[in-house]
């Protein structure tokens, strides 16, 4: 991720606007005209895109407050904080029942940069493990092997250019954020 982590005070100005902005679009999707598919797909973008920001504030803080829905100007101020088990809950019940297996397994090229299901899948162990959830190291660990075994991924053979461009999106990624400037 090429944020900042030590910049935490803009950081989580920027996570909870992208909270706030898939809060919103979440609850204009089942108005949207579009078939089933592309709405399930789409939910799982959004909520997986929510999940990010509520990754970075769950690794960043002990506490923070859990919006699943668009606030009122009059409630900002008093939406309680949740407790690390609560955040941790939220987290896992999004990628476990609205974005795995919802997510396309690859993506043509031309939607290059769009999320797919084994993304979701490493974020869900990248949470078991940070989180230390004891009880889900076994499925945190079957899912990488899976993975793995997929044969979808490979490692560069020279490192050093998965920094260039030609490195991105290559044979390693899995998951990478693109940076547009307007």
């Known amino acids: 991720d090429h944020r900042d982590l030590h910049s935490f005070p803009t950081r989580r100005s920027s996570d909870l606007e992208g909270i706030a902005r898939a809060n919103l679009l979440l609850s204009k999707l089942d108005g949207a005209t579009m078939t089933d598919a592309a709405r399930t797909r789409l939910r799982a973008e959004i909520t997986f895109a929510r999940m990010v920001f509520y990754y970075y504030m769950f690794i960043g803080y002990e506490q ?3 919006i699943d829905r668009i606030i009122l100007p009059d409630e900002m101020y008093s939406v309680p904080k949740a407790s690390r088990e609560d955040c941790y809950k939220f987290i896992m ?9 919802n997510l396309p397994v ?3 090229d031309e939607e290059c940069g769009r ?3 084994d993304a979701a899948i490493v974020m ?3 949470m078991i493990l940070f989180a230390r959830d004891e009880s889900r190291y076994a499925e945190a660990l079957n899912d990488m092997r899976q993975i793995i075994n997929s044969k979808r991924y490979d490692l560069l053979p020279d490192f050093s250019r998965i920094w260039l461009q030609e490195g991105e999106f290559c044979q390693e990624s899995i998951m990478e954020f693109v940076d547009r400037k307007s």
């Open 124 to 126: 869900k162990a990248k």
């Open 64 to 66: 923070f407050v859990l």
């Open 93 to 101: 019940n999004d990628l476990d029942n609205t974005i795995i297996g």
């Open 106 to 108: 690859t993506v043509p």
């Open 115 to 117: 999320y797919i299901n």
